[in-house]
């Protein structure tokens, strides 16, 4: 309940990238109309773009290696073809 209520987009992979589970707002954000079909995914499949998968994929190995997370990464990231989102991630 608690992560269907909150406003902020949450998602969980496991340790090879591949998608658990996220939020509604997620699973939109990522193009999909629920969470259920982002499961089994990688960021590979999303629509994000090469640099953006590379990124996020560098960024997760780092924080599964050192086992430390990284927290209040600034960044931006395409939705759609119209809009563009700045974030405030945190890995962990």
Same mark, same amino acid.
């Given at each position: 309940? %608690?992560?269907?209520?909150?406003?902020? @987009?949450?998602?969980?992979?496991?340790?090879? $990238? %591949?998608?658990?589970?996220?939020?509604?707002? *997620?699973?939109?954000? !990522? $193009? *999909?109309?629920?969470?259920?079909?982002? =499961?089994? @995914?990688?960021?590979?499949? =999303?629509?994000?773009?090469?640099?953006?998968?590379? *990124?996020? @994929?560098? !960024?997760?190995?780092?924080?599964?290696? !050192?086992? +430390?997370? @990284? =927290?209040? +990464?600034?960044?931006?990231?395409?939705?759609?073809?119209?809009?563009?989102?700045? =974030?405030?991630?945190? +890995? %962990?």
């Amino acid at each position: 309940n %608690v992560l269907s209520t909150i406003p902020h @987009r949450v998602f969980w992979k496991d340790p090879r $990238g %591949v998608y658990l589970g996220c939020t509604q707002s *997620f699973a939109e954000d !990522a $193009g *999909f109309k629920c969470p259920e079909e982002i =499961l089994g @995914r990688t960021d590979f499949d =999303l629509p994000w773009s090469k640099e953006e998968t590379d *990124f996020y @994929r560098l !960024a997760d190995n780092q924080v599964i290696e !050192a086992g +430390i997370p @990284r =927290l209040n +990464i600034e960044e931006s990231i395409q939705i759609g073809d119209d809009r563009v989102c700045h =974030l405030l991630t945190s +890995i %962990v």
